[in-house]
Structure formats: structure tokens, C-alpha cells
């Protein structure tokens, strides 16, 4: 008899227990074909390195930016200062059908014939930071930056004023320029600033050697400089990193970084304005630091929202940006007939930088 009634049971058990496999099995297709239904905007993002403070903060910016919360799918690919490794993610990222690329380019040249491939793929392409000189400019959809020939127009419009200030003559300053690297958006706007004022007021540019923004090189090509030349007064850092690497530079060969070029000082200009960069200002011993804003993140997120969902956007956006020192001499200066403010820079703006 008992065995009689055991068999149900055992029967009854073996078919709750498959049931409940099947309703476990169930939920969970559920839940993944839930999870699997949610759109993603699919981005693949070329960054050229992290060669320096700012390029880290800007890496950041976007990554804080593209995040699936607002949703984004973010690829990212370091291209650790390589052209081709670039091209090969862009080839990549186009293989793989995202809805976007964002590239930062390690220089302006050489993008043609990927970006007609992504042209051709119908897949937009936001360009970040540097410029791509191209023979279509169609063939980016949209550029988020900097106005790099404008930063180089403000360091150059500061010395002048500043040095006439102190009644130095434009003869006296001897400059040597710390270029970044050669061919990169950035370098060739500061650069090109520099050529054209120290022409325009009769500068002498005593050299200009590129140390790719890295401190190391910016401390290397320093050395060197300082070696070879005795007149050297001013030093024209085209980022922050090169110009710590620059006054480790001077200050090891027994000079003085600083503002004082009638009792021996080398004035040194800089561009980022990143937090390691305007340490040295308050110190004194960074005379100017232009800022090159990395913090895009926001203009790109709408950007490629706009891009994607057809929405209106702007071919071209300039980020905002300021200039420091901490020597209120020159409040303003004057940049294609507008005046341009110069902020004093204190703790509390120190403190208060994200970057």
C-alpha cells in the first residue's frame, strides 16, 4: 500500500520540479531578451594616447560622457601615438558597424582614404581635439576643439604687452619654442602664432625644437637648448607638461624660472592650463598658461546624439577657454579688435579644476 502511494507522489514531485525548470528558464530568456531589446548608440572611440595631463583628462571627459547610463556602448582603442594604429580601429570599429567614430587624430594629414571608407559605410565621423586636413571636409561629419592659432595669438599679445610693461625691448627677448608634436593641429596653431608676432613686432626666435608634449622630452630639449645657447630668456612651452620639463631643465643647469628677464629670469609661457601647469603659475614660475579646454565630453555626447537621431548640430565647436597668471600687470588683451580677458589666478580657481 505504501509503495502504491509513493509512485504518485514521485510522480507528482518529477513534474512540479521540470515545471519549475521550465518557469526558471523562461524568466531568464525574458530578462536577457529584455536586456538585449534596450538600444545603444554604438561608439568607437580613437584616442591617440596619453602623452600628457591634458590628454588623460580628456580620455575622462568623453569616457564620463559615453557612459551606457546615457546611453552609449563606448569602444575605446588607445592608439599609443601610432597613424596606422589608428586607421586599423577605424577599420575596426567600421567592420563592426557602430553607429559613430570618434577620432583624435595624432596628426592633421593622412585620413582620406579611411574616412571615405566610413564615408562610404554611412557611418558618421566626429573628429575631437586636433584637425584632419582632408580634400572633403564632408568627409567628417562634425569637429569639437580648440582654436589653437587663437591660444598662440593670446600667449604672444600677452608678452608683448607685458614685456612693454617693463621696458623691455622687443630686440632683448630672445625665445625659444618647445613645439609639440610636429604636424598635430595644436602645434601648428601655436606655433604658427608665435612665427607670426615675433615677425609682426621683431622677435628673435632663437630655436624651436618639437618635444611631442611630454615632459621628459620638454627636460631633454631643454638641456640641450640651454647648452647651446647663452641669451636664452624666454621659453615658449606649447603645453604644460613640456614646461615642467623645461623649468626641471633650467633650474638643474642653476638659473630661474620666472618673470624678472632683466635680472637673469627666463619667462616661461605655457598652454593646457591643467592643474599641474597652473601649480607652477602660483609658484611663479610659469609667467602665462593658455587654456586648452579637454573637457568635450558634453559637446560630443550631443553631438552624436543630434548626429544619430537626425537632430540639428554645428559642423564646427569651439570649446570656452581662459588664460592665467598670477601677475596682474596685463588684465586684458587685445585678440583680432576684442578685448581678451586675462584671469588672476589664485588658490581657490586652482582648487576648483577638475583637471
Known amino acids: 500500500m505504501f509503495l502504491k502511494t509513493l509512485k504518485p507522489l514521485k510522480i507528482f514531485f518529477m513534474f512540479f520540479m521540470i ?3 521550465s518557469s526558471c528558464g523562461k524568466k531568464e530568456d525574458e530578462t536577457t531578451e529584455s536586456y538585449n531589446e534596450k538600444k545603444y548608440i554604438n561608439v568607437g572611440f580613437s584616442q591617440l594616447g596619453a602623452e600628457s595631463d591634458w590628454r588623460v583628462a580628456n580620455t575622462e571627459s568623453i569616457k564620463e560622457s559615453l557612459t551606457r547610463e546615457a546611453g552609449f556602448e563606448l569602444m575605446f582603442d588607445d592608439a599609443q601615438q601610432k597613424q596606422d594604429k589608428q586607421i586599423m580601429a577605424i577599420r575596426n570599429f ?19 582614404t579611411v574616412l571615405q571608407e566610413t564615408k562610404d559605410a554611412g557611418i558618421p565621423v566626429i573628429v575631437v581635439d586636433r584637425m584632419v586636413d582632408v580634400s572633403d571636409t564632408n568627409l567628417f561629419t562634425a569637429w569639437i576643439g580648440s582654436d589653437f592659432k587663437k591660444e598662440g595669438k593670446i600667449a604672444c599679445e600677452w608678452l608683448k604687452s607685458y614685456t612693454e610693461s617693463k621696458g623691455i625691448a622687443p630686440e632683448e627677448l630672445h625665445i625659444v619654442d618647445i613645439q609639440g608634436t610636429l604636424g598635430a593641429t595644436a602645434q601648428i596653431g601655436r606655433t604658427n602664432g608665435l612665427n607670426e608676432a615675433a615677425s609682426k613686432y621683431g622677435w628673435d626666435i632663437v630655436d624651436a625644437v618639437p618635444a611631442d608634449y611630454t615632459q621628459a622630452k620638454g627636460k631633454e630639449v631643454m638641456q640641450r637648448l640651454l647648452s647651446e645657447h647663452d641669451n636664452i630668456n624666454v621659453v615658449y612651452a606649447e603645453n604644460d607638461n613640456e614646461a615642467i620639463g623645461v623649468i626641471e631643465a633650467v633650474e638643474e643647469a ?13 619667462l616661461i609661457i605655457s598652454f593646457d592650463a591643467a592643474h599641474s601647469g597652473l601649480s607652477k603659475v602660483l609658484e611663479g614660475k610659469i609667467a602665462l598658461d593658455v587654456e586648452c579646454n579637454p573637457l568635450q565630453g558634453g559637446d560630443l555626447k550631443n553631438t552624436i546624439n543630434a548626429v544619430v537621431s537626425g537632430g540639428e548640430y554645428n559642423k564646427y565647436t569651439y570649446v570656452s577657454e581662459k588664460a592665467f597668471t598670477a601677475d596682474n600687470t596685463i588684465t586684458s588683451v587685445k585678440i583680432d579688435d576684442e578685448d581678451y580677458e586675462i584671469t588672476l589666478l589664485n588658490e581657490a580657481i586652482l582648487n576648483s579644476r577638475e583637471y
Do not use: F, Y
Open 19 to 21: 515545471l519549475s525548470l
Open 254 to 266: 642653476g638659473k630661474r624660472a620666472g618673470t624678472d628677464i632683466k635680472n637673469g629670469e627666463i
Open 94 to 112: 567600421t567592420q563592426q558597424e557602430v553607429d559613430a567614430i570618434v577620432l583624435a587624430p595624432v596628426m592633421e594629414t593622412g585620413w582620406d
